[in-house]
C-alpha cells in the first residue's frame, strides 16, 4: 500500500503586518491573480511529474493570508491536482483563515470551491490578549466568522495560544471552556513561545514582556489535556486536539514523515527522500518558475541518518508514538540502534516514555520535556 500524499500551497500575501511572523515584507497593495494562478499551477504540475502514480490524502492552503486568494485560484489548484494525481476518498481540503469578516464573506465561495475544511486563527477569547498578539480582530467578530465557518464548512478547527503573559490558571480554564462550548471537531492550543527576531523576543530581552516559567505552563497543559479530554477531544499531537476521527489528515501525515508536496514561494516539502525549499521571497520565485519552470531555491537528498532523526522529532509529537521499525529502515540500521538504549531506559524508569519492540512514545508526564526527551534519545 503506499503512502498518502499530501500537498501544501503557500500563498505568501499578508494583508497586514503581524508582530511574531517573518512575512512582513510580503504585505502588497495588489497582486496579478491571473498570474499568480498561472504560476501556482506551473509549480504543482513540475511536482506532480517528480511523483507520479500516487494520489492524494490532503491539500492545505495556508501561509500569509490564504482565505483571500480567488476562490477561482483555489478551485484551479483543487483541479489541477485531482487529475495530476487523483484525490483519496474523503480527501481533506483545508485553508487557513484569520477569522475577520472580510474573510468570512468569502466562506461560502472557498466551500464552492472544494474547500471542505478551515482552520482558524481566533488566538485567543480576551480583546486584551488580541491586542498584545497583534491581531486585527476582536472577540466579536473572531466568533461572527466561526459562526459563518460552520454555517458552511462540515469541518471547522481553530487555534488558541495560551500561557500569555498574567494569564491565570482560572482564566484559562474558563477561556478554554468557552472555546470547547462551540463544538468543533479539532482545536489547536499552543503555548505561547517567543522566537528569535520578533518583537516579541525584543520585548521579552528588554525586561518589557514576562512569561510564564516552565513549571506553571506544565500545570497550563496538564489542564488543557485534561478538559480536552473530558470533552472528547483528546490530544492526539502535542498541542492538537480532536474527537475521534477528525485528526487533521495533513498534519499527521507531517508528522507521520510520510511524503507532501510544497509549492509557492517558501514552501517546504519531502519527497521520495528528498528535502525541497521554494525561493521564500515572492519575486524571486515567480521568476524561478519563469526560468525553470519551477520555483525550487533547492532539492537536497537526505542522509539516512538525517531522514531517521526528522522521522523522531516529527513522530513523538504524537501521541501514538513512533514505529522504530519504521524509523530504523529510513536509517538504514538496526532497530537496536534507533535510540541511545541507557537514555531511553533511564527516561522509562523516569515515566517519560513508554516502549516495546515494536513502539516509543512519550507519556503525558513526558510531553512538556519533549525536546530534552528528543535530545537524550537521538544524542
Not at 477569522?99 to 474547500?115: C, I, K, Q
Not at 463544538?183 to 512569561?211: C, K, M, N
Request: charged share 20%.
Amino acid at each position: 500500500m503506499t503512502d498518502p500524499l499530501a500537498l501544501y500551497v503557500h500563498w505568501p500575501f499578508c494583508v497586514s503586518k503581524c508582530p511574531y511572523c517573518d512575512f512582513n515584507s510580503h504585505v502588497r497593495e495588489s497582486v496579478d491573480q491571473a498570474a499568480w494562478r498561472a504560476a501556482l499551477l506551473t509549480d504543482l504540475a513540475y511536482e506532480a511529474a517528480q511523483l507520479p502514480g500516487r494520489r492524494l490524502s490532503s491539500i492545505f492552503f495556508g501561509g500569509g493570508t490564504p482565505s483571500l486568494m480567488p476562490p477561482a485560484t483555489v478551485a484551479a489548484i483543487i483541479a489541477a491536482a485531482e487529475h495530476a494525481w487523483g484525490f483519496e476518498p474523503g480527501i481533506e481540503i483545508t485553508l487557513e483563515a484569520n477569522p475577520s469578516s472580510v474573510e468570512a464573506a468569502r466562506f461560502a465561495d472557498l466551500a464552492a470551491a472544494g474547500v471542505n475544511r478551515v482552520s482558524l486563527g481566533l488566538q485567543a477569547l480576551d480583546d486584551l490578549a488580541l491586542k498584545f498578539l497583534g491581531r486585527a480582530h476582536d472577540v466579536e467578530e473572531g466568533l461572527a466568522a466561526l459562526a459563518t465557518a460552520q454555517r458552511h464548512f462540515a469541518r471547522v478547527s481553530f487555534d488558541l495560544i495560551y500561557a500569555r503573559p498574567d494569564q491565570t490558571l482560572a482564566a484559562w480554564e474558563a477561556e478554554l471552556a468557552r472555546a470547547i462550548g462551540f463544538g468543533t471537531e479539532h482545536l489547536s492550543l499552543y503555548q505561547l513561545t517567543i522566537e528569535p527576531g520578533t518583537r516579541f523576543a525584543t520585548d521579552a530581552a528588554a525586561g518589557r514582556l514576562q512569561v510564564p516559567d516552565a513549571d506553571f505552563g506544565a500545570d497550563l497543559f496538564e489542564l488543557t489535556r485534561a478538559m480536552t479530554s473530558a470533552a472528547g477531544l483528546p490530544a492526539y499531537e502535542i498541542s492538537n486536539h480532536a474527537r475521534p476521527g477528525a485528526e487533521s489528515r495533513h498534519n499527521l501525515i507531517y508528522w507521520r514523515y510520510t511524503d507532501y508536496v510544497g509549492i509557492g514561494p517558501g514552501a517546504h516539502g519531502r519527497r521520495d527522500g528528498v528535502a525541497t525549499v521554494r525561493h521564500k521571497k515572492p519575486e524571486n520565485w515567480m521568476s524561478a518558475i519563469t526560468r525553470n519552470g519551477n520555483g525550487a531555491e533547492s532539492e537536497t537528498p537526505l542522509a539516512p541518518a538525517m531522514r531517521q532523526t526528522e522521522a523522531m522529532l516529527m513522530g513523538l509529537r504524537l501521541g501514538e508514538g513512533v514505529d522504530l521499525a519504521r524509523i530504523a529502515a529510513l536509517g538504514e540500521c538496526a532497530i537496536d540502534a534507533v535510540i541511545d538504549e541507557n537514555a531511553a531506559a533511564t527516561l522509562e524508569r523516569e515515566g517519560l516514555i513508554v516502549r516495546d519492540r515494536t513502539r516509543l512514545r512519550a507519556t503525558d508526564r513526558g510531553m512538556p520535556v519533549l525536546n530534552a526527551i528528543l535530545a537524550a534519545l537521538i544524542a
